[in-house]
């Protein structure tokens, strides 16, 4: 997690949200590492997962990341969530809840519907605080204090 807190701190120096994603394989050695990059790509899906998925896959040489787990520093949309679930990535680990857009516990739990094909195991909360001052500081600084989840619409 702190890896991707790290990716996460970079991707305001672009103008994007601070979201890190981290891809490990099943060894636990480090496939991907990336921040968000919808701003820096003009991309709509430069979400961090998205981005740290595209690497790893390239890194193995295939889109199944079977034995995967991917750590994040906020919980995935339904768009991260869904391509998390296609990659049949084994295991999800997750920093902050996002109560706006979440999709894997706070407004739909994407990743555990048991009508798909795949259901990675999820750990949630791990190292949540500090996510979350990542965030608050990123919407502060562009609309004054106030609660992070408020803005989090703009991820």
């Known amino acids: 997690m702190r890896q991707a807190l790290e990716a996460a701190a970079v991707a305001p120096d672009q103008g994007d949200v601070p979201v890190g994603a981290v891809v490990l394989d099943s060894e636990g050695q480090v496939l991907s590492c990336a921040g968000n990059r919808r701003e820096a790509d003009n991309d ?13 896959c390239t890194a193995l ?19 991260c969530a ?14 902050a809840f996002d109560p706006k857009a979440g999709a894997v516990a706070s407004l739909w739990d994407v990743v555990r519907d048991p009508r798909l ?4 195991r ?18 502060a600084s562009r609309r004054g204090p106030g609660d992070w989840r408020a803005a989090e619409a703009d991820r």
């Open 82 to 95: 869904g391509a998390i679930v296609s990659a049949r990535i084994a295991a999800l680990v997750f920093g």
């Open 44 to 56: 709509p899906t430069g979400h961090a997962e998205i981005v740290a998925i595209r690497q790893a």
């Open 122 to 139: 999820v750990v949630s909360g791990i190292l949540a605080d500090q996510s979350e001052r990542l965030l608050q500081d990123f919407f």
């Open 61 to 79: 040489g295939s889109w199944r990341l079977d034995g995967c787990t991917m750590v994040v520093t906020l919980e995935p949309c339904t768009m």
């Open 117 to 120: 094909n795949h259901r990675p």
